[in-house]
């Protein structure tokens, strides 16, 4: 027997394995069944190029617990190792500045066990003794025993093993007891074996009989040897597509599409990327896409390998060429992994471009649920963009759906200001704005839905980079100055009954937190509503802005602005107006006369002023300009609250503003119900 210490420079590794990749401890079991397949996928090679000339027979590698003996086992009929072999590969792990490099990437447990092939040693996490009974492929070989209790000690003696292949033994430490749960198990073999090349068996198939579960003769393989991105999509149908996708997220629909990605030059790569069907923003997940190595499991948190966008993508990558076992900051920036990312972008927009071209009609029966995933690539990565932007849609409240180009057409004509801007009229709600996009279709306007999460932010985007362009929201003004044309205008309502009209409005608005309201009165037409409220495009957008972007909060302090639009050609507001000047009248005639006395003494004193410099005005001018205009506000305050006193018991105004902001969506509470009230009164 031949007792020696492992070559390692540390005084000893195994405390420091344990410690420092605690929270990792199950990659284990995925470092001794890979290398159990390794063993056996080395000896196909050899049984291929002859080297080897025996049976290979049943090469699958098993997996077993006993709970009894506290023991785990993986066996495997691969090559196995002679004496010399388990001395090499196994006794020297030399190595410098452990301690130093432990420290550094503990929190890194691939890093860790990459860097040094401590795969092997990985069992010292869970196990305290291993065993490896193994006995090589070579005819003259004798089979061994290598044993090590955790301790820079191990023996190494002869023993006996009639077949070649390997059994690596846990003697599975106390505070590890759960990992010989059938369960535990099972569960991180499915995860980190389920795609091996080579059957992997954990116990044997079970069947009911009886009442009560039996186990069968069959072996309980946990794995598929050949997962699709393994094949040639030639080889496929749509269907395995489905079903591999079924297997993998048992709980989803269906995928909208699927990429089949293949590459062999400048780096190795392939996989199947899905776009996932998703009913609401909550479904929107990232660590779906699952990365793999030669097959082997490796993460499921893909940031920094592909392209932040498609990690909301589902399916499998698998490369030999990522860099696994370094830090994710170095891997960021690493050239391969640059590269790789580029393709995938590339790929996925060539695939989605070939949709669009091919079947239109899919594509836009998807797009409602593409959009997410285009929007976010178009937002976030320009050579994405580029692309995208030849097949993204715009979709109207028709839902007719448009390329960009195509609507650009489309609104040419109708939807071009003045100024030679074209103006993309857009609603964010269909139901609630109802009434403002009608009001630009009669006017022969095309409205877009843009009623997407990022909306917000791509309608920014595409303002800078349209040229001439801007999206303003159908209920962001009234329909003739959406788009300004230097249309024929109506009669406006002299200034001074213009001023009656909003102030007999304005004292009734509610008073609503953060909320204000401007009033004005213009000529709208007799067929236009009588009152419209609107939102100016510009405040409301840097609100939307500042919800979704942090450091914009000034925006989202600022209160909400509307505009409340009387319609002075309607017959209501007209009434209201000549209702009021007569009902007023007695009162008013007083004020309006002080009014135009001291307005006309004002104009004089302005008028003498003119021209003067302020030290040639006498005094008394001066403090006559003053008096004057303080009397000028207060005969304006007087006629204020001679009309506000008026309003206040003025149906048709409450009834009117009531309305106005019910088909807003913003009569709420107590007014609500004094709206009620008022209605039922007036029936
Ligand atoms: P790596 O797999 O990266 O080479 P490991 O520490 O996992 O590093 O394994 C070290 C070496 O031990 C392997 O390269 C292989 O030569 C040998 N080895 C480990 N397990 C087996 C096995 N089941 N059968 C044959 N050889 C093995
Ligand atoms: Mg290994």
């Known amino acids: 027997m031949q007792k020696g210490n492992i070559g390692v420079t540390t005084e000893n590794i195994f405390p420091i394995i344990k410690k420092f990749l605690y929270s990792d401890h199950e990659i284990f079991l995925r470092e001794l069944v890979s290398n159990a397949v390794d063993a056996t996928q080395k000896l196909k090679t050899l049984a291929a190029t002859g080297e080897f000339k025996g049976e290979l027979g049943d090469l699958t590698v098993r997996v077993k617990a006993d ?108 505070d590890c007891k759960e990992f010989l749960e059938d369960s535990r198990l099972h569960g991180l ?14 116990g044997k198939k079970k069947e009911w009989k009886d009442g009560k579960q039996v186990e069968t003769e069959e072996d309980n393989i946990i794995n598929d040897t050949c997962p699709i991105w393994t094949k040639k999509p030639s080889e496929l149908k749509e269907e395995d597509y489905k079903k591999f996708y079924r297997d993998l997220y048992p709980m989803s629909d269906e995928p909208l599409f699927w990429i089949h990605l293949n590459v062999d030059y400048p780096f190795n790569l392939t996989g199947v990327l899905y776009f996932p069907k998703i009913k609401s923003n909550i479904d929107l997940q990232r660590n779906k896409i699952q990365l793999y190595c030669n097959q082997v499991y490796v993460t499921d948190s893909v940031e920094g390998i592909v392209p932040d966008f498609l990690t909301l993508l589902h399916g499998v990558i698998d490369s030999p060429d990522i860099p696994l076992n370094v830090s994710r900051s170095y891997l960021q920036s690493d050239s391969n992994v640059k590269k790789i990312s580029t393709y995938i972008t590339k790929k996925v927009a060539d695939r989605l471009q070939s949709i669009f071209k091919n079947d239109r009609k899919e594509f836009e029966e998807k797009w409602d649920d593409l959009k997410i995933f285009i929007n976010y690539g ?77 909306d ?34 109506g009669e406006e309502l002299p200034q001074d009954k213009q001023e009656v009209l909003s102030t007999l409005f304005k004292g009734q608005m509610p008073k609503v937190k953060k909320t204000e309201f401007h009033v004005e009165a213009h000529a709208l037409g007799e067929s236009a509503a009588p009152i419209v409220i609107t939102q100016a495009e510009y405040m409301r957008r840097m609100k939307d802005m500042a919800s979704i972007q942090p450091g914009m909060s000034f925006y989202g302090e600022m209160p909400d602005m509307f505009n409340l639009v009387l319609n002075t050609d309607h017959r209501l507001i007209k009434q209201v107006l000549s209702e009021a000047e007569s009902a007023c009248a007695e009162k008013l005639v007083p004020v309006e006369s002080e ?27 001066k403090d006559e300009l003053k008096d004057v205009e303080k009397k000028i506000d207060a005969q304006k305050a007087e006629k204020e609250n001679i009309l506000n006193g008026y309003a206040a018991d003025n149906k048709v105004v409450h009834q009117l503003i009531d309305l106005a902001l019910l088909q807003n969506n913003m009569l709420k509470g107590e007014a609500l119900t004094n709206f009620v009230k008022r209605s039922v009164e007036m029936i």
């Open 67 to 174: 709970k009894d003996k506290g023991t785990i086992t993986i066996s495997d009929r691969g090559l196995g190792m002679t004496a010399e072999e388990i001395d090499k590969y196994i006794n020297q792990i030399a190595f410098s500045g452990a301690n130093d490099f432990l420290e550094k990437y503990k929190d890194d447990a691939n890093a860790i066990i990459g860097h040094f092939g401590l795969g092997f040693y990985s069992a010292f996490m869970v196990a305290k003794k291993v065993e490896i009974i193994t006995r090589s492929y070579k005819d003259d070989a004798k089979a061994m025993k290598w044993s090590c209790d955790g301790s820079p000690e191990f023996t190494l003696e002869e023993t006996e093993r009639n077949d070649r292949g390997t059994d690596i033994i846990l003697y599975v430490d106390d």
């Open 189 to 202: 073999l499915t995860k980190y074996c389920h795609f091996l090349p080579v059957p992997v068996a954990f």
């Open 378 to 454: 178009m937002l976030t990565q320009e050579d994405f963009y580029e692309k995208a932007s030849k097949f993204a849609l715009f979709k109207d409240t028709d839902n007719k759906y448009y390329t960009f180009e195509e609507y650009q057409t489309l609104i040419k004509d109708s939807q071009t200001d003045k100024d030679g801007n074209l103006i993309y009229l857009y609603a964010n709600n269909a139901d609630e704005q109802y009434t403002y996009i009608d009001a630009a279709k009669n006017k022969g306007y095309n409205v877009l839905l843009l009623d997407g999460q990022l």
């Open 456 to 489: 917000v932010p791509m309608i920014n985007m595409l303002e800078q980079k349209f040229e001439k362009s801007h999206f303003t929201r159908v209920d962001s003004d009234i329909i003739d100055r959406l788009i300004v044309k230097e249309e024929q205008k």
């Open 595 to 621: 009014l135009a006395m001291l307005t006309l003494r004002r104009n004089e004193l302005h008028k003498a002023q003119e021209g003067k410099k302020d030290e040639e005005i006498p005094t008394t001018e």
